[in-house]
């Protein structure tokens, strides 16, 4: 079963101390332990911890990026977030 999140529980998020969550789509994923090893750089992720980094995300990788680290990253769903 999947956890559901609210984008204020993402954005409580942010640090190294509550962890550091991130938002891509409709998904939550929890990027702590994985920032020391993102090809991109951790300071990119940090700086969208507690965000929807969708747009970024996209813009950098593609669907099997995703899908890869599903697993082992993601925590669960946003369950109300504003449809632009
Ligand atoms: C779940 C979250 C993320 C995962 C698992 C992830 C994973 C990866 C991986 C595997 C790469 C290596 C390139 C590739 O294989 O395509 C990469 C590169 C990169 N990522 Fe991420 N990333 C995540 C989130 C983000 C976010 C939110 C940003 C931007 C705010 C970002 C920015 C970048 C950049 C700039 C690169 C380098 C691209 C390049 O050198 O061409 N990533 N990431």
């Not at 020391?36 to 950098?60: M, N, T």
Request: glycine share 10%; hydrophobic share 35%.
């Amino acid at each position: 079963m999947s956890k559901s999140f609210s984008v204020a529980d993402v954005a409580s998020h942010k640090d190294a101390e509550s962890g550091l969550y991130i938002i891509i789509d409709d998904g939550v994923y929890d990027v702590t332990g994985f920032i020391d090893e993102h090809p991109g750089g951790s300071k990119i992720l940090k700086r969208v911890a507690g965000k929807d980094a969708s747009k970024q995300f996209w813009k950098y990788h593609n669907e099997g990026v995703l899908k890869k680290y599903t697993d082992r990253l993601k925590i669960g769903s946003v369950e109300e977030k504003a449809k632009l």
